[in-house]
């Protein structure tokens, strides 16, 4: 089993339409999760992090963490074509180290 | 404000040659990381400082070597490159942030390396 894992897509969906990305990790004691967002040929940029169980929001995009199912995933609302890339779920086990388990990134698609 | 620069950002070497990748960060972080991205693989770490005058290995650092030169800067050495090398390589830089202390990533550019 894989530590951090994701589906690699690709998903579409229209534009307009709510994008679920989805991660799945291995470490029950991990304690920060992160999502970064890679365009193609460029490198990974942070769009959110959350720490804690439930829901964080910023803009379009709400983060949604589960400890005890182990399971974290990322809504963008109202997706557009500019949001079109790959999304990184990133997982640092314990807070203070600097061990980060990346996915491979699930490629998104959002159709005009 | 630059963040983290990457040079060279492409290079093709020959199977045995040698050659640095120098990063350099402006944001005063305390730690430095270089990952390799390949497909499928998602980014592995191959070795990080946590601080300026350390370095430690990561996941992946057999044909590596590193060099902490100061807060500033990370260097990646590949001193007999191999085919398995080619890959897109990654300086990042961070900082805790919140109340977590999480250290949260950012990233160079990138340089994409070619053994032939």
């Known amino acids: 089993q894989k530590e951090v894992e994701q589906n690699s897509g690709p998903l579409s969906v229209p534009e307009g339409a709510i994008a679920s990305l989805n991660c799945t990790y291995s470490?029950?004691?991990?304690?920060?999760f992160f999502w970064y967002r890679q365009y193609s040929g460029k490198s990974p940029e942070l769009i959110m992090s959350?720490?804690?169980?439930g829901d964080k929001e910023d803009g379009r995009f709400t983060a949604q963490l589960n400890k005890a199912s182990q399971y974290v995933s990322l809504l963008i609302r109202d997706s557009q074509p500019s949001d079109s890339a790959t999304y990184l779920c990133a997982v640092n086990p314990r807070s203070g180290t600097y061990k980060y388990i990346f996915g491979t990134g699930t490629r998104l698609k959002v159709l005009a | 404000n630059a963040g983290v620069t990457q040079t060279p950002k492409f290079q093709v070497l020959k199977t045995g040659q040698s050659m640095t990748l120098q990063c350099a960060q402006d944001?005063?972080?305390?730690?430095m990381y270089w990952y390799r991205q390949d497909p499928g693989m998602g980014l592995r770490l191959i070795y990080y400082?946590?601080?300026?005058?350390?370095?430690d290995k990561g996941e992946v650092p057999n044909g590596y070597n590193v060099s902490r030169l100061n807060k500033r800067e990370f260097s990646l050495r590949l001193e007999s490159a191999a085919p398995s090398q080619t890959s897109v390589y990654f300086c990042?830089?961070?900082?805790?942030?919140?109340?977590?202390?999480?250290?949260?990533?950012?990233f160079g550019a990138g340089s994409r390396l070619t053994v032939l």
């Open positions: 400082s946590a601080s300026e005058g350390t370095t």
């Open positions: 959350i720490y804690s169980n």
């Open positions: 990042a830089s961070s900082e805790p942030a919140g109340v977590s202390g999480a250290n949260v990533l950012t």
């Open positions: 470490d029950r004691v991990s304690q920060s």
């Open positions: 944001m005063n972080h305390n730690s």
